[in-house]
């Protein structure tokens, strides 16, 4: 099994940013993939990007290209999320998820683990 510990989120104004990591453990040679997704108030869950497990691929969704940064520390297990310039609309839940099928899913259903959500909120 992998467990995965989100933490950085918290409430930041318009203009600001937040680092969010997820501290991974347990088998983490099954990963091969890893991403964040979201949850805004009343939506349901959202892709926001992914890397390979060597770090070498990321991708991201629309409306966070330019803004946010996806990377990871493989001595550490750690993945993390620079957020620059966050908007109201980033407002949500933000969950850490790995998959050992492969990289690049940008499905939620995709992922064989995740944690417990770190919340995001950002003032107008």
């Known amino acids: 099994q992998v467990q995965l510990v989100e933490s950085g989120g918290g409430l930041v104004q318009a203009g600001g940013s937040l680092t969010l990591s997820c501290a991974a453990s347990?088998?983490?040679?099954?990963?091969?993939?890893m991403g964040w997704f979201r949850q805004p108030p009343g939506k349901e869950r959202e892709f926001v990007a992914v890397?390979?497990?060597?770090?070498?691929?990321?991708n991201y969704t629309d409306s966070v290209k330019g803004r946010f940064t996806i990377s990871k520390d493989n001595a550490k297990n750690t993945l993390y999320l620079q957020m620059n310039s966050l908007k109201p609309e980033d407002t949500a839940v933000y969950y850490c998820?790995?998959?050992?099928?492969?990289?690049?899913?940008?499905?939620?259903?995709?992922?064989?683990?995740w944690g417990q959500g770190t919340q995001v909120a950002v003032s107008s």
């Open positions: 890397i390979s497990r060597s770090g070498g691929y990321t």
């Open positions: 998820a790995a998959t050992g099928r492969g990289y690049g899913y940008i499905g939620a259903s995709a992922y064989d683990y």
């Open positions: 347990g088998r983490t040679s099954r990963i091969f993939g």
